[in-house]
């Protein structure tokens, strides 16, 4: 077998150079280095072949990311292997990036590694060329680690409250989904859902983390008004069973269907429209409320609100971002105000982060609304403390 093409993209001198002197001793011969972004992209570019593809990524300055997705379209890389010093959910994030990208990659070393490290993920490229295009499983959570995680009761439930933005009272809370993984810490979703719907994971565990919640946020006196939101996948809409599953639930747990909204995010409908109707429409008869998530953000975003039962829709944090800072915006969150009126939707604007942004959707009559600035998500019992201090009046946010 040919050796394999190695090209190092690395700025730094001593460390590029370390780096193929390693590779050499481990009988890597063909190894390139480029020394600036355009010199790898001219590589990556007159190379019939890059084997494997070296980049340090900095947590400092991520502009390598922009060279990936670059070498990317120009070139033929087999295989992608990272150095990062980045934080554990930065580094399940990078790897998710690298697999959207369409890299297969074979790790994420960490410095300092050793040269048995770089040689067992060199060698991977051989069994992934074997198998064929694969999903990255360096650093990613793997079937077994869901399915071991779920079984031991690892995913939970965290909340961020919405609220009435013109009393700042306290009207319900968005389930989001975590994983108390025993070594990493807390993760957040982008670390894991999409591997967990790989491996048809996400099902289990949404309605695990629901039915914790439904038993939390039901045993707490919270009174009527208050409304349990959950994200729903497009994939699980797919499933003709979902309504019947989610009434059962709610039936055992004896909470009620009005009080529960289901998040589903626009893009979804465009995959499976057919389905999606029909679990959403018995969701609706049940007496369940039907939110479109980031809306905004996807394609012919209307006409979706038009042809779907849905109650609320949830401006995409983008347009609160931009508040301040782009008229448009403004006009278009006024506009998205009277369009949710005139329709009878519930209208929330997601990620609120400071007093100025919340003046401007109070002075919008933007009526719900949820983000930093009052709280970001946390757990069941944070959730109840803060809600009891604000009734005291000592806080308007939590951390
Ligand atoms: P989403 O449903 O649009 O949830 C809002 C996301 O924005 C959450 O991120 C939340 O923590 C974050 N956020 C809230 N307020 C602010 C703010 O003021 N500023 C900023 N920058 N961010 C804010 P998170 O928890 O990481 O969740 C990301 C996405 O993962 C969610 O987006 C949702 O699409 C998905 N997700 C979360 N839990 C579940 C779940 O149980 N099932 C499914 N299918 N998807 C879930
Ligand atoms: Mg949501
Ligand atoms: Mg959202």
Redesign the pocket.
Known sequence: MTSPTILIYEDHFLSQHLLAASLKSLGFQNVLIANSHADAIERVKTEKEITVLICTVTSADMRELNFLREARECGNIDSLLLISDASPDIRVALAQLARHAGYTLLGILRRPYSKADLHTAIAGYRSKRALGPSMPLFEMPSADDIGRAACNGEFVP?Y?PKLDLCTLEVVGA????RWQHPELGLL???AF?EVAKHFNH?DT??FS?LEQALNFIGTQQLGDRFKLS????AA?LKDLSLHKRIRNLLAAQKFRPANLVI?I?ETGFLEFPEACLENLIHLRMLGCEVSI??FGTGLSSLQRVCELPCTEI?LD?SFTKALLKNNRSVAAVEHMVKFSNDIGVQLVA????TEEQLNMLQKLKCPIG????FS??VCGEKLMRWMAERKTGRLLKTN
């Open positions: 965290y961020q968005e389930l989001l989904m957040g979703p982008a859902i996400l565990m949404t983390v959950v994200n729903i996948d699980q998040e995010t998530d980031d949830k944090m997601e990620g609120i982060e949820q983000g930093y600035l970001a998500p």
